[in-house]
């Protein structure tokens, strides 16, 4: 581990002490989890503690772990996941939030501490129907505002649950179930009882 990475740690413990769930080093990067609960002060530290410094917000983006790794997870399903940037510092930052119920995911709004969050936290609702109470515009950013669902969910169809398409008779858009068929999307050659078996085994 670098000193550069060691400091940090240290600075994180000594600012958030209990608030932190979990701290670890991999891949060169520090990723610290926190409790929904506290994640509006501990942003707010992060962001204001001059030791830290955390004044860019880098991205913002929702995640279903509901088959992470292909392995059912046991635990809690959506998670906010922030990567954040200290200039003055030279260092970087993940930040985890797991919401606490899985039917209504839910992570405080960080808009107020970095205003970049507005369209990251929009695209996280739409995306994967997590909500950020304080957000002051928390509406569909990617999909159409009559969509049904969100997308990026691991049970979301790969067809989606309606289309759309104009109707001449009534001059307007209109929504119907989907009319796609389910396709085979493994390559032809794969699906052959024979891939892999040598011609003349």
Not at 103 to 119: G, H, K, M, Q, R
Request: proline content about 5%; hydrophobic content about 40%.
């Amino acid at each position: 581990m670098s000193a550069t990475l060691e400091a940090l740690s240290q600075i994180l413990h000594k600012h958030l002490g209990d608030r932190l769930r979990s701290l670890k080093i991999a891949h060169d990067e520090v990723t610290i989890e926190v409790d929904a609960a506290d994640y509006l002060s501990v942003m707010q530290t992060l962001r204001r503690e001059r030791e830290l410094g955390f004044e860019e917000l880098i991205d913002l983006c929702g995640v279903d772990y509901s088959a992470y790794g292909n392995v059912p997870r046991q635990t809690r399903r959506f998670a906010a996941v922030s990567h954040l940037l200290s200039i003055a510092n030279n260092w970087r930052l993940r930040v985890r939030c797991f919401c606490d119920d899985d039917a209504f995911p839910s992570v405080p709004s960080v808009t107020s501490i970095w205003n970049v969050a507005d369209w990251f936290e929009r695209e996280a609702f739409d995306l994967f129907g997590i909500v950020f109470p304080g957000h002051h515009d928390l509406r569909r950013i990617l999909t159409d505002y009559g969509f049904i669902g969100h997308p990026f969910r691991k049970d979301f169809p790969l067809s989606g649950y309606v289309e759309m398409r104009y109707d001449p008779e009534q001059q307007r858009v209109v929504y119907q179930p989907v009319t796609i068929e389910p396709r085979e999307t493994t390559p032809r050659i794969v699906r052959e009882a024979t891939y892999g078996k040598a011609e003349n085994a």
